[in-house]
């Protein structure tokens, strides 16, 4: 079973070769709301679209308290040079008896198709697999997401399954199909 005390001993801070990976602090709420303000951005995922920068700033409380209640890391993405958070990567709904978490992401769309994506999820799955004993990572996603589902096949993850309207989207008031792929540490480490 995975060792939840000493995965979550202190929130890791991941840099990259552009940016940051790094808890959110409560100077992120305009930057925040600025991305999920957008309904591009939220249009595949279960986060309401943000409109005032209340909700930015439960956002944040909420990802800290899931880091502590052990559940979260939530990275913020923070360019290097004015330290902007321009989305967010995350590793959550630990199964620690099964080795086993999910992984998602958010990003500004101003950010899209720069690789950044690539490269932020490519760090977070580097400290998944090899500075934690988890076996697999896997993403649930909306398969309508074509950019979701490059990026997961570019870094090796492979489709498990797709289920039919399993999922009560309440921003549309539809049911939605689910896409799961998912990623084992041996494809990772080994490529």
């Known amino acids: 079973m ?5 995965i979550f001993a ?3 801070v991941l840099p990259t070769e552009r940016f940051i990976l790094r808890p959110f602090r409560e100077s992120d709420a305009e930057s925040i709301l600025a991305y999920m303000s957008n309904p591009a951005v939220t249009q595949y995922i279960p986060s309401p679209t943000m409109t005032t920068i209340e909700e930015a700033q439960e956002r944040i409380e909420k990802n800290q308290r899931f880091f502590e209640e052990q ?5 913020g993405i923070a360019t290097h040079d004015t330290d902007t958070i321009i989305g967010n990567v995350l590793l959550w709904n630990f199964r620690p008896e099964h080795f086993r978490a999910e992984i998602g992401y958010s990003l500004s769309a101003d950010y899209w198709r720069q690789g950044v994506a690539t490269e932020v ?5 580097d400290y998944a697999f090899n500075e934690t004993d988890l076996h697999s990572v896997d993403a649930n996603i909306d398969p309508r997401n ?5 990026l997961l096949e570019k870094l090796g993850f492979v ?3 797709h289920f039919i309207e399993d999922w009560f989207d309440a921003k549309t008031q539809t049911f939605t199909d ?3 792929y998912s990623l084992l540490r041996r494809n990772w480490v080994g490529r």
């Open 2 to 6: 995975l060792d939840m005390s000493a």
């Open 159 to 161: 489709k498990e399954a």
């Open 178 to 180: 689910t896409a799961i």
């Open 121 to 125: 999820v490519t760090r977070m799955l």
């Open 10 to 12: 202190e929130f890791p």
């Open 71 to 75: 559940k979260a890391f939530i990275w």
């Open 146 to 150: 074509e950019g979701s589902q490059r």
